[in-house]
């Protein structure tokens, strides 16, 4: 496997590209809508949601964790889970000036 050389990027470059690589999966893309529509749940919720494995659910569930897509809260012994707004605002920011800079540029295609 290559080196990335995440050093020669900037710090919001990697954080972004940190988001989307943990939305590059159907089964994340799946739990943040379910996030989305429950609001809030713990991890045994999703396994009865999606045709998946609570280990397997535990390990999506920490990469969008990990990349600030979504939050948990421990309640006794399970973890609710939600998302995170800043998280969500942070992409939304990123693609609303990736959006405004492209509709700037004159057509070169």
Do not use: W
Request: negative net charge; glycine residues 6%; aromatic residues 6%.
């Amino acid at each position: 496997m290559g080196v990335t050389k995440t050093e020669h990027f900037t710090e919001a470059q990697n954080a972004t590209a940190l988001q989307l690589k943990a939305l590059a999966h159907p089964a994340r893309v799946a739990i943040m809508e379910y996030l989305c529509e429950v609001n809030s749940c713990i991890c045994g919720d999703i396994v009865n949601e999606l045709p998946l494995s609570q280990p397997t659910i535990s390990q999506h569930l920490k990469e969008l964790k990990n990349a600030g897509l979504i939050k948990g809260t421990v309640e006794g012994t399970a973890i609710c889970y939600c998302i995170d707004e800043n998280g969500i605002a942070q992409l939304q920011s990123y693609f609303n000036q990736f959006a405004t800079r492209l509709h700037d540029k004159k057509q070169c295609c």
